[in-house]
């Protein structure tokens, strides 16, 4: 316990932990983008994809408990290292020439902060039903998400944050990498490629699902939950 302690207080304790739960973030919204391209086979697909993930309710219970602890554990470690690197340098520089940054790197705090918003409003929308879908149905993930995005301002929020989501996985995902010291420092951004491919696939392709919403892609279909009732 007490060396559990020492390594959560060491800065570098709280880069691992930004990082290891970084890596399960990746292989989460890798998965999750995958898995909405359900969406152009249809309402049917993706109600057997929502029943799929419920097939055991203690496993789901025990991954949403490892996703919730490794977003709050994320940006715990972010906050408190965003203090610590203030008050190490409370004055902030006269003159900041960085030889190697990038917008990525500038946007990954408030990027972040965006994140937490999406994420909870995304749950509230799209799992609870509690706001900004019209007539949602449990279990009917096809016509909640064509109904929920239809509305643009929604539509709008959900493109943006997927942007923000590119660049924080640009950025986070090179930056996992040095911390766990598998690359060197001082590298050109440009040279990233790996975290350059995984933040331009993640967010277009999560970006193509409220874009084809918006463009009208989706037509209407009858609920296959309201079917199987009947
Ligand atoms: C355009 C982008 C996105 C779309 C269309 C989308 C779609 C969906 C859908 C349809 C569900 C409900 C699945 C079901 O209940 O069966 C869902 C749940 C969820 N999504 Fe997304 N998603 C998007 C982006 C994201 C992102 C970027 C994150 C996180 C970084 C995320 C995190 C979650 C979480 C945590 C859940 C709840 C899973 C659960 O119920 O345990 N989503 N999403």
Not at 23 to 28: H, Q, T
Not at 64 to 88: C, E, F, G
Request: a positive charge; charged letters at 10%; hydrophobic letters at 55%.
């Amino acid at each position: 316990m007490a060396y559990l302690s020492q390594f959560w207080d060491s800065t570098i304790g709280k880069k691992i932990v930004m990082a290891v739960t970084g890596i399960i973030g990746i292989g989460f919204v890798i998965g999750h983008m995958s898995g909405n391209f359900l969406m152009f086979k249809g309402a049917g697909a993706m109600h057997e994809y929502a029943l799929l993930l419920r097939t055991s309710m203690p496993v789901l219970y025990a991954v949403r408990a490892v996703l919730v602890l490794a977003v709050i554990l994320h940006a715990l470690a972010a906050y408190q290292l965003t203090m610590r690197s203030r008050a190490a340098r409370p004055e902030g520089y006269v003159k900041l020439e960085p030889q190697v940054t990038t917008l990525a790197a500038r946007t990954i705090r408030w990027g972040g902060v965006l994140l937490l918003v999406f994420i909870v409003f995304h749950i509230l929308q799209i799992t609870l039903g509690w706001v900004g879908v019209p007539d949602f149905v449990h279990l009917d993930p096809y016509n909640n998400l064509r109904n929920g995005l239809r509305n643009p301002l929604i539509a709008g929020f959900y493109i943006l944050a997927m942007a923000a989501l590119g660049l924080h996985l640009y950025h986070g995902s090179w930056a996992v990498v040095r911390t766990l010291g598998v690359a060197r420092s001082a590298q050109h951004p440009l040279k990233r490629r790996v975290a350059l491919a995984i933040a331009v696939v993640v967010a277009v392709g999560f970006a193509t699902i409220p874009i084809a919403v918006l463009a009208g892609a989706f037509p209407e279909e009858p609920s296959p939950v309201t079917a199987e009732a009947h």
